[in-house]
């Protein structure tokens, strides 16, 4: 039983081997004796002008999170797509369900204008 989880385990072991690996390669390898000069933001060979970080709207971070969370949940189709036939009308019916759940926020989200770009 535990001997199917062994590629797990090991891939796990080596993600986390790996990472460490290169974080403490950048260490050593990194700049020692920072300068202002060295510390200085790069943007193709010219002076940046204005801040290095500029504000974002929210409404970017809104729309962006509102994709991710329908694409996720489109996700849900293709296992139910696959097991169709064998769940029959029950599983139509959920299917039903969760779509209608699915309108419900996206009318949501469009109806208190998440969804307009200005």
Do not use: C, N
Not at 24 to 49: C, D, F, N, Q, W
Not at 83 to 110: D, K, P, T
């Amino acid at each position: 039983m535990l001997q199917d989880y062994l590629p797990i385990a090991v891939l796990i072991a080596l993600s986390t081997l790996f990472s460490i690996l290169v974080v403490v390669i950048g260490h050593l390898l990194g700049p020692r004796r920072p300068t202002t000069r060295k510390s200085a933001p790069y943007e193709s060979g010219m002076k940046p002008i204005g801040p290095g970080t500029r504000r974002m709207p929210v409404r970017f971070y809104l729309v962006a999170v509102l994709f991710i969370l329908f694409d996720i949940e489109v996700v849900f189709f293709l296992p139910w797509a696959v097991v169709f036939r064998q769940l029959g009308l029950f599983g139509l019916i959920e299917m039903f369900i969760f779509i209608l759940i699915l309108l419900v926020g996206y009318v949501y989200a469009w109806k208190k204008g998440a969804l307009e770009w200005d």
